[in-house]
């Protein structure tokens, strides 16, 4: 069964630390894998898109790194803020269609 | 920036009666989807629409649900007789394309309940 598993379930970390969080996947066939963050009460924003010939995808303080062979994804987050504080979600397409399949989040809170 | 905007945030809604979620999806995108996250939940697929018909639909998306994009610029999920266990977030989402360099967007959402 396609399942996106993620851990820790949550995080607390004071501001300005750095954090990863991390993402295992059974999806089969892989054709993308995607961060998003969603904030309280708002719908997800796309962070970061890979595809399985990309190790590592940056977007400002957030990297992604995947290992397609093991079926394996992380996201670290450098020098945190208050404004981190959200659910991060690891998401993979599994086909060249059209659903994604979510985990069910990380969430991080930033205390100052 | 162009935004996903979905109308009611809010619907409150007696078991049994139908109602209708509306979202405008980001004006130059082709693709069209509805998501729903019931309460501490994860996100969970319901239905992608592309070319005036559905492309997709997940185990979820039963006859109950509907989707229409009746003019050029709305996109809708119906759902003609809610039950109890529809109460969930439902989200719209659009996107360009369906590959790596199209991210899809989201709308922030309508809450549905159902008493």
């Known amino acids: 069964k396609n399942q996106v598993e993620q851990s820790p379930q949550s995080l607390i970390i004071l501001e300005g630390k750095n954090c990863t969080l991390q993402c295992n996947y059974t999806v089969s066939p892989f054709s993308n894998l995607r961060w998003y963050k969603q904030d309280t009460g708002r719908g997800p924003v796309s962070l970061t898109i890979m595809t399985f010939s990309e190790n590592t995808k940056s977007n400002g303080r957030y990297t992604a790194t995947l290992d397609a062979d093991t079926k394996q994804s992380s996201l670290h987050i450098t020098a945190s803020q208050l404004s981190d504080s959200a659910s991060y979600i690891c998401v993979v397409n599994g086909q060249a269609g059209t659903a994604l399949i979510f985990g069910k989040g990380t969430t991080l809170s930033v205390s100052s | 920036e162009p935004e996903v905007t979905q109308t009611p945030s809010h619907q409150v809604t007696q078991m049994g009666q139908e109602v209708i979620l509306r979202c405008v999806p980001i004006?130059?995108?082709?693709?069209f989807y509805w998501y729903r996250q019931i309460l501490g939940q994860k996100v969970e697929f319901l239905v992608s629409?592309?070319?005036?018909?559905?492309?997709?639909k997940s185990e979820i998306f039963d006859d109950q649900f509907s989707v229409e994009r009746p003019d050029g610029s709305n996109f809708t999920l119906k759902i003609r007789s809610t039950k109890l266990e529809d109460s969930a977030m439902y989200f719209c989402a659009s996107s360009f394309g369906t590959g790596k360099q199209s991210p899809l967007h989201f709308g922030n959402g309508t809450r549905l309940t159902v008493t």
């Open positions: 629409f592309y070319n005036n018909e559905i492309s997709e």
């Open positions: 004006s130059n995108h082709l693709y």
